[in-house]
């Protein structure tokens, strides 16, 4: 099984954006490249190279939701889990998500000491299927 690395996170709140570098670069060791808009990641997700994505559900613009399905279009991103992070977490909700392709969804607010470890959790539940 290859190495978790490199994070991909699209997130249009920047205090968000600040807490989450932080957690997955400093406490998890993570390479991480942060998109503000669903636009943004389309033009920069398949250069990165990440071995996962993390979608922020609402984004002014195009949202999570729309942002997935644009990435399930480029073919070099077939095998990257995609994990959604949102406060909308209602069993429904949640089952709409997976339905479009998510791997899992991380509630927030997360826990910054923390995030790094659901990452590599979902990353290896992920990659050992």
């Known amino acids: 099984m ?4 490199k994070i991909f996170y699209v997130e249009d709140q920047e205090d968000i954006q600040m807490v989450a570098r932080v957690a997955l670069e400093a406490i998890g060791g ?3 490249r942060i998109c503000s808009s669903g636009e943004q990641a389309l033009e920069e997700v398949e250069a990165f ?3 996962i994505i993390l979608l ?4 002014p613009g195009m949202d999570g939701p729309s942002t997935l399905l644009e990435m399930k279009k480029i073919s070099a991103l077939d ?3 995609v994990a959604f992070m949102t ?17 899992d969804v991380i509630s927030k607010p997360f826990d910054p000491m923390t995030l790094s470890d ?3 959790k979902i990353w290896q539940a992920h990659c050992n299927t």
Do not use: W
């Open 30 to 32: 993570y390479e991480v």
């Open 118 to 120: 659901q990452v590599m």
């Open 79 to 81: 095998n990257i889990p």
């Open 87 to 103: 406060a909308k977490i209602q069993p429904s909700e949640v089952s709409e998500y997976i339905a479009l392709g998510a791997v």
């Open 49 to 51: 190279e990440p071995d």
């Open 56 to 59: 922020d559900v609402m984004m």
């Open 2 to 5: 290859t190495e978790l690395r």
